[in-house]
């Protein structure tokens, strides 16, 4: 089992930056493969970032390949997105995931493990 706690989220004005970190609760992190997703109201969740276990290969949607960058530190078990040139559209709730493996993943039924998500909101 891996719990997953997502932080970092927030209120912030178009152009903005935002760095959401998810802390897991199991040990041998580098075995677990991490992604970030978002839902935004009355749409699907849809893929935004994920990283391979040791770092190594990431991949990005479309929309924030440019300004959003996931990173991670396996030593204190924390994956990063930090995201950069906020824009309104990018208001929805951001999840992490995670799933053991050795590479990444795009899609949300890749993953076994979910965090609660936190809001973030770009205002315009």
């Known amino acids: 089992q891996v719990q997953l706690v997502e932080s970092g989220g927030g209120l912030v004005q178009a152009g903005g930056s935002l760095r959401l970190s998810c802390a897991a609760s199991?040990?041998?992190?580098?075995?677990?493969?991490m992604g970030w997703f978002r839902q935004a109201p009355g749409k699907e969740r849809e893929f935004v970032a994920a990283i391979s276990g040791t770092g190594g290969m990431t991949a990005y949607a479309d929309s924030v390949k440019g300004r959003f960058t996931i990173s991670r530190d396996n030593a204190k078990n924390t994956v990063f997105l930090q995201m950069n040139s906020l824009k309104p559209k990018d208001t929805a709730v951001y999840f992490c995931a995670a799933v053991y493996g050795s590479s990444w993943y795009i899609n949300t039924y890749e993953y076994d493990y979910w965090g609660q998500g936190t809001q973030v909101t770009v205002s315009s």
């Open positions: 199991r040990r041998a992190f580098s075995s677990i493969a």
